[in-house]
């Protein structure tokens, strides 16, 4: 694992600078992933996708429904509301983007402490799922294909549209969960993956104290 972490970077931007080798690799690459998908699930059963909502930021105000286990949430910042200045364009009318998002209001950003939990993610989702089956909502995203925005209704996220979940990797130790949609792009990784180690620096835990750094994957050279 250690000479393929140091060749991958380099692997990786040198196929992506050739358009011929990169489709040549892409379906080999398909098809080495599927095969080992199959091993895994061969090797270890896969698991069903969560069954019910965990809906509740913080576990302590959830009366009713499901409990997580010494599930604990800490809110890191509240609220806010942020109003942007008038954007300016030389074109006609503005960018409905400028205008949608001229004055927004950003949710609560929090931390859960979930023994035992797993993570599930796809390209452009996350599923945060505590040990006792929950989709963990506050902290499961997804992003719209074609829309270029989150999904709001958390029983449409894409891990209820799967049938069996893979066998998860286990992790010896504490593991911080960095990924995000999207985070294997450059902008999602520096906008939305980075800024969550400021999260646990705000809740005074140093990140030596952390085992493993869980994210969306790490073979572009940014990501070094």
């Known amino acids: 694992m250690k000479i393929f972490d140091l060749f991958a970077p380099?692997?990786?931007?040198?196929?992506?600078?050739?358009?011929?080798?990169?489709?040549?690799?892409?379906?080999?690459?398909?098809?080495?992933?599927?095969?080992?998908?199959?091993?895994?699930?061969?090797?270890?059963?896969?698991?069903?996708?969560?069954?019910?909502?965990?809906?509740?930021?913080?576990?302590?105000?959830?009366?009713?429904?499901?409990?997580?286990?010494d599930l604990t949430v800490r809110e890191i910042f509240s609220t806010q509301r942020v109003v942007r200045a008038t954007s300016r364009s030389l074109?006609?009318?503005?960018?409905?983007?400028?205008?949608?998002?001229?004055?927004?209001?950003?949710p609560a950003a929090n931390l859960a402490i979930v023994p035992k939990g797993r993570v599930w993610f796809g390209s452009y989702c996350v599923a945060a799922i505590t040990s006792s089956n929950e989709l963990l909502t506050p902290f499961s995203y997804a992003i719209e294909h074609g829309v270029e925005r989150y999904q709001e209704n958390a029983n449409e996220h894409p891990v209820f549209r799967e049938r069996r979940l893979l066998p998860p990797e286990r992790l010896k130790g504490s593991a911080a969960v960095l990924a995000a949609p999207?985070?294997?792009?450059?902008?999602?990784?520096?906008?939305?993956?980075?800024?969550?180690?400021?999260?646990?620096?705000?809740?005074?835990?140093?990140?030596?104290?952390?085992?493993?750094?869980?994210?969306?994957?790490?073979?572009?050279?940014?990501?070094?």
């Open 182 to 224: 999207g985070g294997g792009g450059y902008y999602h990784w520096m906008v939305d993956l980075l800024p969550r180690l400021h999260l646990l620096e705000q809740a005074n835990i140093p990140v030596e104290s952390i085992d493993h750094f869980v994210v969306n994957n790490y073979v572009a050279k940014f990501q070094q």
């Open 10 to 69: 380099r692997l990786y931007t040198f196929v992506k600078k050739h358009p011929r080798l990169r489709r040549l690799i892409l379906p080999l690459w398909q098809v080495a992933s599927g095969v080992r998908q199959k091993l895994r699930a061969a090797v270890d059963s896969p698991l069903p996708p969560p069954t019910t909502l965990f809906e509740s930021a913080n576990p302590a105000t959830q009366s009713d429904g499901p409990k997580a286990d």
């Open 91 to 106: 074109d006609k009318t503005v960018h409905e983007r400028f205008v949608s998002e001229h004055n927004m209001e950003f």
